[in-house]
């Protein structure tokens, strides 16, 4: 039996499974540069974040109508099941669909008809977190909460994500203040690319309440000393490290000196079908690559309910 978790740092477009892409894509008449399956996962080769992105973001035209983004969270919810997960606090990236001429509605009613149920269903409660992408202007983020307003009553915070470098967090200052306002919740990604400053900077500027990654703040025994001392959750994500390059091999991730230096580690799948695995499978592969004890993966599954926002009777339940 898995260990049960909450899943923190998980991008519902990144579970966007290959088989399910090519059917989506032929249900919506969308041409795909890829004959078969095993060619588009032959294109899973990564050098950096933007690499993984340009195939992101190509692949995701697939996704059209309510129903595509109903059956994307339907084919995610029972693997996360299986893989232990009671509750998942999912980030979708609306800006990178209205592009495509896909409304924030469909997206967001889309996804809706399957995480409205997915307790029912599944035994895994679930909560949506809006992502900016950090690489669009500042006005573009403004515009996306401005068409965000009707569904906030199924949206529970905003991120930031996309590509890190040149982009710090001080650029999204307004639509966080914004957010902040209509009782959003606020995190974003700092540090996986990026430097140590722009972790500072969305604690500061953007009053984030966890850090998605983090992973660069070991760089900076100061930050590391802030982070443990104010209880900063970090949603690290070990498969996609490595397969975007941000540390070599497994064996070298920082997870063990983390944990060590007491900061408050979480462990998550970012977009596992493209990064070779679900939450479960980066647990496994932390233990088995870093040695880490059965205490270990206890502390770091009760991390996970910890650095959640589920309120504390919620997370008895859920636990
Ligand atoms: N980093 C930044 N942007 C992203 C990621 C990530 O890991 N996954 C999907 N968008
Ligand atoms: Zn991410």
């Given at each position: 039996m898995p260990l049960p978790k909450a899943e923190l740092h998980l991008h519902i477009e990144g579970t966007l499974e290959p088989e399910l892409a090519f059917a989506l894509a032929a249900r919506n008449g969308v041409p795909l540069p890829y004959a078969h399956t095993d060619e588009l996962r032959k294109a899973y080769q990564f050098d950096d974040l933007q690499s993984f992105l340009n195939l992101y973001y190509e692949l995701m035209a697939v996704l059209r109508t309510e129903q595509d983004f109903e059956d994307l969270a339907n084919a995610y919810l029972p693997r996360a099941a299986a893989q232990g997960v009671r509750h998942a606090e999912i980030f979708f990236d609306p800006q990178a669909h209205i592009a495509r001429g896909v409304a924030m509605g469909t997206v967001v009613e889309g996804l809706w008809r399957a995480l409205g149920r997915s307790t029912e269903n599944h035994g895994v409660s679930t909560q949506l977190i809006m992502c900016f992408l950090?690489?669009?202007?500042a006005e573009s983020a403004l515009e996306t909460l401005e068409a965000a307003k009707p569904y906030l009553d199924r949206i529970i915070g905003i991120g930031l994500d996309s590509a890190e470098v040149g982009h710090p967090p001080a650029k999204f200052r307004e639509v966080y203040e914004a957010a902040a306002a209509l009782g959003l919740r606020r995190v974003a990604h700092a540090g996986e690319e990026g430097p140590p400053e722009y972790i500072t900077e969305a604690l500061d500027?953007?009053?984030?309440?966890r850090i998605d990654h983090?992973?660069?703040?070991?760089?900076?025994d100061a930050l590391v000393e802030r982070l443990v001392r104010e209880r900063v959750p970090l949603t690290l994500c070990p498969l996609s490290n490595v397969r975007l390059r941000a540390v070599d091999v497994l064996a070298e991730h920082p997870l063990p000196a983390m944990l060590d230096a007491g900061l408050l580690c979480t462990v998550n799948s970012d977009d596992p079908a493209y990064f070779g695995g679900y939450v479960a499978d980066n647990f496994h592969a932390v233990r088995d690559?870093?040695?880490?004890?059965q205490e270990r993966m206890r502390e770091l599954a009760r991390n996970s309910f910890v650095a959640s926002f589920l309120e504390h009777d919620e997370e008895r339940r859920a636990r």
């Open positions: 950090r690489d669009e202007s500027v953007l009053g984030v309440e983090g992973l660069r703040c070991m760089e900076d690559a870093l040695g880490l004890d």
